[in-house]
């Protein structure tokens, strides 16, 4: 990629949060229906104490599931073997009991999927074990809780990122690999530095000043056409879509190595994107207002091929899917 096609200075035009990306396609809906102790609730019917763990110390463990209309009229989810695997990863980690069984987690999710799945929206499940009772790991008592929302059929546009000043906390400190609603506070304060900045999504360096991840997906550079990704031990979650983008890599022929990433590689990298459930593979247009090339095309090529397989159009055996029984 010559760097001719690479344009200066920051972008003009839109201000931070007005792309219509994976980041605000999601934001303030208030479903119906919520599931709740083991069946699906009215949405105001989701309450538990003050003085439980989840409330007094944001102690949750979740997983992000994506389902997807599929050519024959059936709606089908992706990976939820692998998600609920995370999900109980997570939980151990954190001395959380294995509250919902895989059988319990699949029909959560199809009853979930019944009570609101629209024809004209995809749906997207946030599948949460909340602690409702115990005290610093005595007596922990969790609650599967799933609220879905509709996600627009639409691929991810590029977006604009930016390198946050705030940092993915070390493995000693707060793992990366627990999918836990604390982890999410620190993505919390760089999307807010982002928006001041006029970012869509912002990137954590871990504490040796290296890239970790997205504040909600994993981080893709392609340079001479190799995609590289940074290793879980940089501080970033193990993704499950980034798994499948490594498969998607070898189906099509495409170098996928996962090495440590630095900061400066962002800037002249031939593409970068983001990857994850919500995220897709989705584009980068800009760095810290720095462009990057105007096409990005492995990027778009791996976009295309994981949406094919995710709604069943080119299907591939690491997109594995759960149809919902009608
Ligand atoms: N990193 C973070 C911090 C995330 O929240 C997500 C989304 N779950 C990812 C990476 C991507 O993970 P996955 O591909 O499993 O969705």
Request: charged share 25%.
């Amino acid at each position: 990629m010559s760097s001719s096609s690479r344009t200066e200075g920051p972008r003009s035009g839109a201000a931070a949060g007005d792309t219509d990306n994976w980041l605000t396609k999601l934001r303030l809906q208030t479903p119906k229906s919520v599931y709740f102790d083991g069946e699906v609730r009215p949405w105001e019917e989701a309450v538990f104490h003050v003085s439980s763990e989840a409330v007094l110390r944001g102690l949750s463990v979740f997983e992000g599931v994506k389902g997807y209309w599929q050519p024959n009229g059936d709606f089908a989810f992706l990976l939820l073997e692998r998600h609920h695997e995370r999900l109980m990863r997570s939980a151990r980690l954190l001395h959380i009991p294995p509250t919902a069984d895989y059988d319990e987690f699949e029909r959560a999710c199809f009853q979930i999927a019944d009570a609101l799945l629209e024809p004209e929206n995809d749906l997207w499940i946030r599948a949460t074990l909340f602690v409702v009772e115990g005290h610093y790991g005595v007596g922990t008592v969790a609650n599967l809780v799933l609220t879905a929302y509709q996600s627009e059929k639409r691929p991810p546009e590029p977006i604009d990122i930016g390198v946050s000043t705030w940092q993915r906390s070390a493995d000693l400190a707060m793992p990366a690999r627990i999918k836990m609603a604390s982890n999410y506070q620190v993505a919390r304060l760089a999307r807010i530095e982002g928006r001041a900045r006029g970012c869509d999504d912002m990137v954590l360096l871990n504490q040796f000043g290296r890239v970790a991840e997205g504040t909600g997906a994993c981080m893709l550079v392609v340079r001479d056409g190799c995609v590289y990704t940074p290793p879980a031990s940089e501080g970033a979650l193990e993704s499950i879509t980034l798994d499948v983008v490594e498969d998607l890599c070898a189906s099509a022929g495409i170098d996928f190595v996962r090495r440590p990433v630095e900061r400066s590689e962002l800037y002249i990298a031939d593409e970068v994107g983001i990857v994850g459930t919500l995220a897709e593979v989705t584009t980068v247009r800009s760095v810290d207002g720095m462009a990057l090339p105007d096409e990005a095309p492995i990027l778009s090529a791996l976009l295309r091929h994981y949406r094919s397989a995710a709604m069943g159009l080119d299907p591939h055996p690491s997109v594995e899917l759960s149809v919902v029984p009608r």
